[in-house]
């Protein structure tokens, strides 16, 4: 199990008190960045069906942070601290 760091939490509970919704792109990527921090498995997660392009899109930008980024962890998680430091000032908190 991962140990989350008070600030990656923090940063977790100001993700969801933007005042206006990131766009798709910035979504997706805290997404993978979120799912790889906490240290979910992507080989054991459940693949999405055919029609769930949704549930595609999510899964490709967490493959991209695993196998493509090779974040850590950890790394992940201050990435995702980074990114939503970001997303606060143009998306305003």
Do not use: N
């Amino acid at each position: 199990m991962v140990t989350e760091s008070p600030t990656f939490k923090k940063a977790v509970e100001d993700s969801r008190k933007l005042k206006s919704k990131p766009t798709d792109d910035d979504l997706l990527h805290i997404y993978g960045l979120y799912k790889t921090g906490t240290g979910a498995d992507i080989a054991t997660a459940e693949k999405p069906g055919m029609f769930d392009l949704k549930g595609k899109a999510k899964m490709k930008a967490w493959t991209k942070v695993v196998e493509e980024d090779k974040l850590t962890p950890g790394q992940a998680q201050q990435e995702y601290v980074k990114k939503v430091e970001g997303l606060k000032g143009s998306c305003g908190f």
